[in-house]
């Protein structure tokens, strides 16, 4: 099997596991809108790769905002503290109990 036999091999399973008219969902570059609903949140963004580290954090007070992105260099973020975390995917609240 030469490189092109391989590379052909490599297309096919591609488009087998994904419909044509379907792109990849990718996180990278999804923003996120964190809203304190509380003095003192805390936002700590972590680190990719194989090993996972803090290396940003901010504090914010009630009422402030921040809009976080994910990017090469975040792959997570942290809340802690009573907040509303506004996504592509919904509305999260931190620091509260769940209602049932």
Known sequence: MDKSDNNNMEEKVENF?????????STLADYV?????????????????????????????AGEVV?????????AMKVRGKAKILTKYGIVYSGMPEKE
């Not at 809009?67 to 792959?75: E, K």
């Open 17 to 25: 596991m994904l419909p044509l008219d379907t792109k990849p969902i």
């Open 67 to 75: 809009i976080a992105q994910f990017t090469d260099n975040t792959s």
């Open 33 to 61: 809108v964190i809203k304190a609903l509380a003095d003192g949140v805390m936002i700590s963004g972590m680190t990719r790769g194989k090993e996972t580290k803090f290396h940003h954090s901010e504090r914010i007070d």
